[in-house]
């Protein structure tokens, strides 16, 4: 009869030592996805930023000429630039559905405003289809 008890108490006391275990190991694993989920968001604002840098100084370089811009980047000049990218940050040619970011460079109507200091005015963002907007910045440039 004690011999019974023993293993009985033995049992009862690897299964608990299971259930903490198990306890672990899904918060570790609910840790790690988190942290996954943290990592792509950085990689994709870190790729977001090197782009809008990239554009910003192509539109300072060409004195604010969206054609060139545009030429440059392989976008569209649709009223602005506009350049399309996949989920990989590369160039799309067309709105297809591996379309992920949109890039865009809209220029102010301000130019009467503007025309005294030479100045060409805009803005340049980057959007996921989804809509989120992960970069937004102004342009400044002179003629």
């Known amino acids: 009869m004690t011999q019974r008890s023993k ?69 569209a000049n649709v009223n602005g630039v506009t350049v399309l990218y996949n989920k990989d940050w590369q160039t799309l040619s067309n709105d297809t559905t591996d379309t992920q970011y949109v890039l865009t460079i809209t220029l102010d109507d301000l130019q009467q405003i503007t025309e005294d200091t030479n100045l060409i005015t805009g803005q340049l963002s980057i959007t996921q289809t989804t809509g989120e907007e992960l970069i937004v910045l102004p342009l400044v440039t002179q003629r």
Not at 15 to 38: E, G, K
Not at 56 to 71: H, L, P, R, S
């Open 7 to 75: 293993s009985t108490l033995f049992l009862i006391e690897q299964l608990i030592v299971v259930a903490v275990f198990a306890v672990c190991a899904v918060a570790c694993i609910s840790i790690m996805v988190v942290a996954y989920s943290d990592a792509n968001e950085s990689r994709t604002i870190s790729n977001a930023l090197l782009k809008a840098e990239s554009a910003a100084e192509i539109f300072k370089a060409t004195n604010g000429d969206v054609d060139a811009v545009a030429d440059i980047l392989d976008g």
